[in-house]
């Protein structure tokens, strides 16, 4: 059983910044493929960035592309989703995800996978002024 600790949630002012983390325990996080999944209120669950182990591309959702990065720091077992220009519809509760999958699958379709994978307990991000 993977398991994570999220941080870096909380509330953020519209146009602002923040990172969320993802540290991993009990599993080499450099040796998966990774994601960061939200849940808007009354809203279904959206993929919003991934990772993937084999080559390294990543995956943004349309909503969040130019502003969000996803990235992993191994030494660390860490991942992060760094989040900019924030909007209130950016407001949800995030999720750090991890998962094995066949090496040549493109990353959109690993992202879409990854909603089955591993997840953490999810921290809140709340957009408002």
């Known amino acids: 059983q993977l398991q994570f600790v999220e941080s870096g949630g909380g509330l953020v002012q519209p146009g602002g910044s923040t990172r969320l983390s993802c540290v991993a325990s009990?599993?080499?996080?450099?040796?998966?493929?990774i994601g960061w999944f939200r849940q808007a209120p009354g809203k279904e669950y959206e993929g919003v960035s991934c990772?993937?182990?084999?080559?390294?591309?990543?995956y943004y959702a349309d909503s969040v592309k130019g502003r969000f990065t996803i990235s992993r720091d191994v030494a660390k077992n860490t991942m992060y989703l760094q989040m900019n220009s924030l909007t209130p519809e950016d407001t949800g509760v995030y999720y750090c995800?991890?998962?094995?999958?066949?090496?040549?699958?493109?990353?959109?379709?690993?992202?879409?996978?990854?909603?089955?994978?591993?997840w953490g307990q999810g921290t809140q991000v709340t957009v408002s002024s």
């Open positions: 995800a991890a998962d094995f999958f066949p090496e040549d699958t493109a990353v959109q379709a690993m992202c879409a996978s990854l909603m089955g994978g591993y």
């Open positions: 009990e599993f080499t996080l450099g040796s998966y493929d």
């Open positions: 990772l993937s182990n084999s080559d390294g591309s990543t």
